[in-house]
T-cell receptor, first 113, second 110 residues
Framework: ETGVTQTPRHLVMGMTNKKSLKCEQH?????MYWYKQSAKKPLELMFV???????ENNSVPSRFSPECPNSSHLFLHLHTLQPEDSALYLC????????????FGPGTRLTVL | KQEVTQIPAALSVPEGENLVLNCSFT??????LQWFRQDPGKGLTSLLL?????REQTSGRLNASLDKSSGRSTLYIAASQPGDSATYLC?????????FGTGTRLLVSP
């Protein structure tokens, strides 16, 4: 397995469900990111982790809860989401924040019913 | 607050044409600028990264330029091919974050 992987690729959940998205990077990078891509909108940064520490929370609602147990893994825990949270959620990694190319995973297509 | 605009929103060209995609940004205090490609329903693939001290980067048929003072970048694609059909995204790198444009959807017809 190479690059950045994300599971699941597709997820349908009700508003009362709890689910988690997983991201794993096999590039030896130190920084990881969560982005949200909604239809007709630019990609929005959600969270940044640098050496497992959260360094950026872009005013994301608390129903999204990130977790970074180590530099290779990143989770996004979802709880009581709204239909407007339906989007493509993308994970990315880079060697360091700020200066380096970010490498993206294929994304998880989330639908909230 | 950084804002990134891409023009045109969509572009359709015949195979073989050279083309230019445009990106403009409002705050010139940037770390770098990246161009990405996104195929439908897929993640992003990095094409070129230009650091703030650089003026251009080239990779194969792609050439990206950066003019920080005017807040502009262009992506030049030479001899376009049907396989180049995708959405092209410009992203401006600031402190700990990339700010993306809404993209240019490119269709290259055989």
């Amino acid at each position: 397995e190479t690059g950045v992987t994300q599971t699941p690729r597709h997820l349908v959940m009700g508003m009362t469900n709890k689910k988690s998205l997983k991201c794993e990077q096999h590039l030896g990078h130190n920084a990881m990111y969560w982005y949200k891509q909604s239809a007709k909108k630019p990609l929005e940064l959600m969270f940044v982790y640098n050496f497992k520490e959260q360094t950026e929370n872009n005013s994301v609602p608390s129903r999204f809860s990130p977790e970074c147990p180590n530099s290779s893994h990143l989770f996004l825990h979802l709880h009581t989401l709204q239909p407007e949270d339906s989007a493509l959620y993308l994970c990315a990694s880079s060697q360091a924040v700020n200066m380096d190319t970010q490498y993206f995973g294929p994304g998880t297509r989330l639908t909230v019913l | 607050k950084q804002e990134v605009t891409q023009i045109p929103a969509a572009l359709s060209v015949p195979e073989g044409e050279n083309l230019v995609l445009n990106c403009s940004f409002t705050d010139s205090a940037i770390y770098n600028l990246q161009w990405f490609r996104q195929d439908p329903g897929k993640g992003l693939t990095s094409l070129l990264l230009i650091q703030s001290s650089q003026r251009e980067q080239t990779s194969g048929r792609l050439n990206a330029s950066l003019d920080k003072s005017s807040g502009r970048s262009t992506l030049y694609i030479a001899a376009s091919q049907p396989g180049d059909s995708a959405t092209y995204l410009c992203a401006v790198g600031g402190f700990q974050k990339l700010v993306f444009g809404t993209g240019t959807r490119l269709l290259v017809s055989p």
